[in-house]
């Protein structure tokens, strides 16, 4: 009986030392060195190293990370997890970058070890592969389960695009929300000018220069600013002169900007923050901004090439980064339109960050704004149902501004006749019915808004039939949102249908 008692007392043992073991810290290499430039003076400027997860050789798990260093007069000093016996794979992808470019780029594969080792010991042309580890693709039906787990997943769609809001299209595929960034998304998916959210529309208000409060120590992790940038995407943070990624160096929640982990500012670092705290140049703006926006295009080294959602006006008023660092244009890139296009020297890398925040100029002018330019539906439904809609938000329906509503239809079959309807909340501006020859049918109308109502007038024309004219007022005030229905229906069921081919709503704001 004791002899057993003992056994399992030193099963025990065993287990504690090894769960012990496999909590254990990683070893680390110490590298050191000095950074020279080829005209023998001292390398300053930033080392990004960024690795994948992988597997230490005492069986610590590394996750995907980054570090960024500052090279002051070359000196490099830094202590890593060894590559050389870790996982399969496990290597180290440096970054050179000074004078506001990327120099160049490396790979380190660092080995176990007590000695100092200097850059020269640890730059590889290929990362080391973990010893006896032989490396072969990975097919997907190699997985169990794999496929029927991605079969139920949503894919790609035809109109998906970066840096959108994801819309589901009708195939259950994810696209990307279409209209200016500045829009809102309906849940249809459709998109249009939100307006403004107080005060005169669109008007902004800016933050300039701040220094965020907070203990820059390298263990405070949390920086608060004075006011809460709105929206969010207005705040450019700076650490000691480079632009911070949102979502990537730090996350923004209110007025609180808190540094991951790999980020977080060390003594000595110098803070800045510059945003907006209202306005997003909406409705009535002369001016809109466009804030953190990353630019279509690949970044491998080739590609030149990179473009804007919008054309920024003035074209000096784009501030484009490139891994934080200002690229200057007309040195760095040459801006045409929204085409950015790169000198060869400074041609993005694969791993490169793009950020570009610029200004546009507003809708709100003698030309209008669009709030909504689309077409719509078809129906061969006898009882008047929706061919499409545009809902304007109340903020965006001031005292003395113009509503101009234009729709075009069409007629296919010649069985039987049809009819439509405009609609401006709860008043018809136009309606009128087609005979079965009449093809085709097209109408305006004018809404004014004023602090009583609305005062309106219409006209519309079908195919073999003379113009017809209406005007009258509606109850709907300023300040309160308006719903544009266009409704259609055929006279008789068959084979007949009506169809919007389209459907425009501009607004002109009162000076």
């Not at 470019?101 to 000695?115: G, K, L």
């Not at 006279?491 to 007949?496: H, K, M, R, T």
Request: one cysteine or more; a negative charge.
């Amino acid at each position: 009986m004791l002899q057993t008692s003992n056994w399992i007392a030193c099963l025990l043992a065993l287990a504690l030392a090894l769960t012990q073991a496999g909590q254990a810290t990683p070893a680390l290499t110490t590298i050191q060195d000095v950074l020279y430039k080829a005209d023998g003076s001292p390398y300053n400027g930033f080392l990004t190293i960024q690795w994948k997860s992988f597997d230490a050789g005492g069986q610590a798990t590394i996750a995907t990370h980054y570090v960024r260093l500052r090279i002051i007069n070359g000196l490099l000093y830094v202590r890593l997890v060894p590559t050389a016996n870790a996982s399969a794979g496990a290597h180290y992808e440096v970054t050179y970058n000074s004078e506001g470019r990327i120099q160049f780029s490396e790979q380190w594969a660092v080995p176990a070890t007590a000695n100092i080792l200097r850059v020269r010991d640890v730059r590889t042309a290929n990362p080391t592969v973990g010893a006896g580890t032989s490396v072969s693709p990975v097919q997907i039906a190699d997985v169990v389960g794999l496929q029927s787990e991605l079969d139920i997943r949503p894919m790609k769609g035809p109109g998906y695009a970066q840096a959108r809001v994801a819309v589901i299209n009708a195939s259950g595929g994810i696209d990307g929300a279409t209209g200016n960034l500045s829009d809102c998304v309906r849940v249809d998916g459709s998109s249009g000018a939100c307006g403004s959210s107080g005060g005169s529309a669109g008007a902004a208000t800016f933050v300039d220069s701040e220094t965020p409060s907070g203990s820059v120590d390298g263990t405070n992790a949390a920086f608060q600013l004075s006011q809460t940038p709105n929206p969010a995407t207005s705040l450019l943070l700076w650490r000691n002169g480079v632009l911070q990624k949102q979502g990537i160096d730090y996350d923004l929640t209110g007025n609180t900007a808190t540094f991951a982990g790999g980020a977080v500012p060390v003594a000595g670092d110098v803070l800045l923050a510059s945003y907006r705290t209202s306005g997003a140049g909406g409705a009535g703006a002369a001016t809109a901004f466009v804030d953190g926006e990353t630019p279509a295009g690949t970044a491998d080294g080739v590609n030149l090439t990179f473009t804007l959602a919008q054309t920024p006006n003035p074209p000096a008023s784009l501030f484009l980064y490139r891994n934080g660092i200002l690229q200057t244009q007309g040195l760095d890139y040459a801006l045409s339109g929204t085409a950015v296009n790169f000198a060869a020297a400074s041609a993005p890398q694969a791993g490169d960050v793009l950020q570009a925040s610029y200004r546009t100029i507003g809708l709100a002018g003698s030309a209008g704004q669009v709030l909504c330019n689309g077409s719509g539906t078809s129906t061969g439904g006898t009882a008047l149902s929706s061919l499409g809609n545009c809902t304007i938000p109340g903020d965006a329906l001031g005292h003395g501004d113009r509503i101009e509503i234009s729709f075009d239809i069409s007629h296919e079959g010649t069985a039987t006749g049809f009819q439509f309807e405009l609609v401006w909340g709860g008043t018809v501006l136009a309606g009128r019915s087609g005979g079965p020859g009449d093809a085709l049918a097209a109408g305006r109308a004018s809404a004014v808004l004023h602090s009583a109502g609305t005062q309106w007038s219409s006209q519309n024309w079908i195919s073999t039939q003379g113009p017809a004219y209406n005007l009258g007022t509606a109850p709907d005030t300023a300040g309160t949102p308006v719903t544009v229905d266009f409704r259609g229906a055929v006279a008789a069921a068959g084979a007949d249908t009506v169809t919007l081919r389209s459907l425009t709503v501009v607004r002109h704001p009162a000076p």
